[in-house]
């Protein structure tokens, strides 16, 4: 059974930085991409950044290229994202889902995830 489970949320203010960490079992890496993916009450769920499984090529959207990094731990089983220069529009529940589809033209795909974590509040305030 694939599981994956969020951590690293939380406060933290204008122009700072966090690190979200997804855990997953159930399955290897080698076999699906890993991406992470946020919502806003009252909005749909965006994609905001992929790993691919077969080559570890990375997609991010626009709003976040140059202060988002996704990365993967194959020995600890974890796919990771670090937040810099955060921003109070990246305000959101942020969740971690598998797998993870990049059309041209479209961006990241949500309907394609079959999988998804609990999610983990991320709060940009002063």
């Known amino acids: 059974q694939i599981q994956l489970a969020e951590s690293g949320g939380g406060l933290v203010e204008p122009g700072g930085s966090l690190r979200l960490s997804c855990a997953y079992s159930?399955?290897?890496?080698?076999?699906?991409?890993i991406g992470w993916y946020r919502q806003v009450p009252g909005k749909e769920r965006e994609g905001v950044a992929c790993i691919h499984s077969t080559d570890s090529s990375t997609y991010y959207i626009d709003s976040v290229k140059g202060r988002f990094t996704i990365s993967r731990d194959k020995l600890k089983n974890t796919v990771s994202l670090q937040m810099n220069s955060l921003q109070p529009e990246d305000t959101a529940v942020y969740y971690c889902?598998?797998?993870?589809?990049?059309?041209?033209?479209?961006?990241?795909?949500?309907?394609?995830?079959?999988?998804w974590g609990q999610g983990t509040q991320v709060t940009v305030s002063s």
């Open positions: 159930g399955f290897t890496f080698d076999d699906y991409g």
């Open positions: 889902g598998t797998d993870c589809s990049v059309y041209e033209g479209l961006g990241i795909s949500v309907e394609d995830v079959e999988v």
